[in-house]
T-cell receptor, first 113, second 115 residues
């Protein structure tokens, strides 16, 4: 079975500062890993995903994440936060032979001016 | 860009009533899903649907829940007799293939409030 843990339910950064949202996964099979963003009153939008190949994955809006198998991590980063990045971020995992996707509890990102 | 749509955006119902949440997946997608998110909690998988039948369901998806694809475009979630604890945001999702790497596209959600 697969699961993810997101460390920190709430992260606050200043505009222009580094964003780091942490995600650790547990999987008995090679995982596919995803980051979704949820803006207020909207659905889940895919930021990026790791499937195979390059472990550093670049997504939309300047975000990227690195798959580290040795650390079972898939942390999301952005070099410089923008006010528009304020949202809820969800890490998710799915095994290659699984149908359902398992989500973390989410991290709410606040960006201060 | 194609998107998953859901109606209504907000549904208020009395405990014990039946509700039907509606979704229109992306038109060429073949796999359909329902998830729910209780306020302040994680997004939880409910059910997946393919080829007009349920392919997987979670322990949450009990006899009170059912899904249907009544025509070529809609995908519905029915809750037969709602309970207070069914209050949540319900997300529909779809994807083209069954491959684990394939992206799931989510709708904007329906907020269900059971009074």
């Amino acid at each position: 079975a697969q699961s993810v843990t997101q460390l920190g339910s709430h992260v606050s950064v200043s505009e222009g500062a580094l964003v780091l949202l942490r995600c650790n996964y547990s999987s008995s099979v090679p995982p596919y890993l995803f980051w979704y963003v949820q803006y207020p009153n909207q659905g889940l939008q895919l930021l990026l995903k790791y499937t195979t190949g390059a472990t550093l994955v670049k997504g939309i809006n300047g975000f990227e994440a690195e798959f580290k198998k040795s650390e079972t991590s898939f942390h999301l980063t952005k070099p410089s936060a923008h006010m528009s990045d304020a949202a809820e971020y969800f890490c998710a995992v799915r095994g290659y032979n699984n149908n359902d996707m398992r989500f973390g509890a989410g991290t709410r990102l606040t960006v201060k001016p | 860009e194609p998107e998953v749509t859901q109606t209504p955006s907000h549904q208020v119902t009395q405990m014990g009533q039946e509700v039907i949440l509606r979704c229109v997946p992306i038109s060429n997608h073949l796999y359909f899903y329902w998830y729910r998110q209780i306020l302040g909690q994680k997004v939880e998988f409910l059910v997946s649907f393919y080829n007009n039948e349920i392919s997987e369901k979670s322990e949450i998806f009990d006899d009170q829940f059912s899904v249907e694809r009544p025509d070529g475009s809609n995908f519905t979630l029915k809750i037969r007799s709602t309970k207070l604890e069914d209050s949540a945001m319900y997300f529909c999702a779809s994807r083209l293939t069954s491959g684990g790497a394939d992206t799931q596209y989510f709708g904007p959600g329906t907020r269900l409030t059971v009074l």
